[in-house]
T-cell receptor
């Protein structure tokens, strides 16, 4: 079956760094997405990885290892506004997104 | 670019009535639109995938006669919740994928919060 695993909740301190891990099992693979979702709002796109390696975009970076079925989202210089749920989604061979349950990130001052 | 709108943003209706939600891609043409439902503190649940001019493909467990989807053009898809009941109360989110796909990114609408009383 198809499955995405990510931690349910994480806590970090303002100004620190946090890494949110995601492992996936899909029928075929066409890339890995990370989305941010604030409470009561729709998800917003953060990153897309289809090749192995690290993609950096400002304070946010995303890493992919296809051989390990593993990705992580790295958030640096955490700000209070980064408190949100972070959704990992893998795209299968039918270009369908398989969603993780999301990781709720709590930022403390 | 790549803006998706939804209307209404929130709606309250009585049990037994029908509610229509519109999803529009404002500045691009969408080959495919997706409808999701999200209950509090849960992840997105894909309800159906629709391609312009063809019938929607529903996920297992989603009643196609209850959740009517029409994808009349490359910029508009509608979801009608027929004979709504309190258990249909949820956050409904649509997303759209570009016609000229590059990363197959889905652009999300702002969501519609439905409350059935």
């Amino acid at each position: 079956g198809q499955n995405i695993d990510q931690p349910t909740e994480m806590t970090a301190t303002e100004g620190a760094i946090v890494q949110i891990n995601c492992t996936y099992q899909t029928s075929g693979f066409n890339g890995l997405f990370w989305y941010q979702q604030h409470a009561g709002e729709a998800p917003t796109f953060l990153s897309y990885n289809v090749l192995d390696g690290l993609e950096e975009k400002g304070r946010f970076s995303s890493f992919l290892s296809r051989s390990k079925g593993y990705s992580y989202l790295l958030l640096k210089e955490l700000q209070m506004k980064d408190s949100a749920s972070y959704l990992c989604a893998a795209m299968d061979s039918n270009y369908q997104l398989i969603w993780g349950a999301g990781t709720k990130l709590i930022i403390k001052p | 670019g790549a803006v998706v709108s939804q209307h209404p943003s929130w709606v309250i209706c009585k049990s037994g009535t029908s509610v229509k939600i519109e999803c529009r891609s404002l500045d691009f043409q969408a080959t495919t639109m997706f409808w999701y439902r999200q209950f509090p503190k849960q992840s997105l649940m894909l309800m159906a995938t629709s391609n312009e001019g063809s019938k929607a493909t529903y996920e297992q467990g989603v009643e196609k006669d209850k959740f009517l989807i029409n994808h009349a053009s490359l910029t508009l898809s509608t979801l009608t919740v027929t004979s709504a009941h309190p258990e249909d109360s949820s956050f409904y989110i649509c997303s759209a994928r570009r016609l000229a796909g590059d990363s197959y990114e889905q652009y999300f609408g702002p969501g519609t919060r439905l409350t059935v009383t």
